[in-house]
């Protein structure tokens, strides 16, 4: 059965800190994985991984696909309290068009 | 990337009643998904809805408690059939514009039953 499993569930740290999530994989035809942050109720896209060791930028988070170990991690450099999320992972098998749904982070970053 | 209007945004309802959820596109898309988040866990989805075809559900949902149209290719709507306090969740419903987005998600329709 297709499954994917994020680490840390919950992650408290202060604002300055750098942060490592993690997500790993168990995917027939893995296709694409992908990040979102949520704050509210719809998740916010980040970013779309598809190709493993090319690492995507945006400010100060970024993300990097390990194919070979069936993983994920996304960094963020420099928290700020606005960075307090759940932030969800998800995979794409190849030819369903569905995304499979990782547990999430749920990030707090005090003042 | 494509702009989903999706409402209602919240509600409360009594258990056995119904809900209906509707999602608008700004563009034409072939499939669109409806996703449940209960309190505390992570997004699964309920279907797969194309239009001119009967809806797609994932296992442990039926179409008689999730009934779904999608009548053209930029409008959805599911339904929450003779609700219980369990269907308390967040719905939402999303496309694939297309691209190196991944999905999009409507807002969101809170939905507790009491």
């Known amino acids: 059965e297709d499954k994917v499993v994020q680490s840390p569930l919950s992650l408290v740290v202060h604002e300055g800190d750098t942060v490592t999530l993690n997500c790993s994989y168990e995917v027939t035809n893995f296709r694409s994985l992908l990040w979102y942050k949520q704050e509210k109720k719809a998740p916010t896209f980040l970013f779309m991984l598809t190709s493993s060791g090319i690492e995507k930028k945006s400010g100060r988070l970024s993300s990097i696909l390990d194919k070979k170990e069936l993983s994920s991690i996304l960094n963020i450099t420099a928290t700020q309290t606005g960075d307090s999320a759940i932030y969800l992972c998800?995979?794409?098998?190849?030819?369903?068009?569905?995304?499979?749904f990782g547990t999430g982070t749920r990030l707090k970053v005090l003042a | 990337s494509a702009v989903i209007s999706q409402k209602p945004s919240r509600d409360i309802c009594q258990r056995g009643t119904s809900l209906t959820i509707q999602c608008q596109v700004d563009?034409?898309?072939?499939?669109m998904f409806w996703y449940r988040q209960q309190p505390g866990q992570s997004l699964t989805l309920i279907a797969t809805a194309n239009q001119g075809s009967e809806a797609t559900y994932e296992s442990g949902f039926v179409i008689d408690k999730f009934p779904i149209s999608r009548p053209n290719l930029t409008f959805s709507t599911l339904t929450v059939s003779n609700m219980s306090p369990e269907d308390s969740s967040i719905y939402l419903c999303s496309v694939q514009p297309g691209g190196n987005y991944g999905y999009t998600f409507g807002s969101g329709t809170r939905l507790t039953v009491v």
């Open positions: 563009s034409q898309v072939t499939m």
């Open positions: 998800a995979v794409e098998a190849s030819g369903t068009y569905k995304y499979i």
